[in-house]
């Protein structure tokens, strides 16, 4: 790894936290069957390894929006192009979601959750970017305090690149990336 990029949180140490995030939901949820509601792209790969550490019955639902301008941006003017196809009436739902970042994105699929009638709407998030918060969202979960930087991996892209790392990476050099959506791909792959 160069000065374009460094790991922020190893995938060992990802692994870990998941779990932990996992035994905690499963303790506080127990009795009940919550509804897991992810957002695509960047959530899937943290939902995936999340599911898998909670001993409950889930179910699992996935939503996808498209925001207006660029991602990075985090304008939060969202539309829903994929919606969840379940009556949440009554039940314990959670959104999953990989950042959250100004909030904008959490705050409004909170909303638009919590007027499906739900018993309670939680957020769990893997990494919480508290620096940059516009709006006040509070994660009931958050898997780690990310700082003021932009990170990529374990689902989190850059341009639709680097989802695939295994590692969360923390890019240092935003205008090397910006020049070049590439430059992070010499640098990531483990020398074998
Ligand atoms: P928010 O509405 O500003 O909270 O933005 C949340 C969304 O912005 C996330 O779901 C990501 O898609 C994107 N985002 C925010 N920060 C980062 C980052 O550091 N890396 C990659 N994507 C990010
Ligand atoms: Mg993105």
Redesign the pocket.
Known sequence: MTEVARVLYGREEVRRRVAALGRTITGEFAGREPVLVT?LK??AMFLADLMRAIDLPVEVHFMAIS?YGD??E???RVQILLDVDADLAGRDVLLV???????????YLLSVLRARGAASVDLCTL?D?TA?R?VP?QPRYAGFE?PD????GYG???QERYRNLPDIVE?TDLAALRADPAALEPHLRPAA
């Open positions: 957002v960047g959530g925001r991602a990075e985090s304008l939060g979601e990989d950042i959250v970042d100004t909030g904008l994105t959490s705050r990494l970017k940059r516009i969202v990310c930087a932009f990170v990529v989190l892209d850059f890019v």
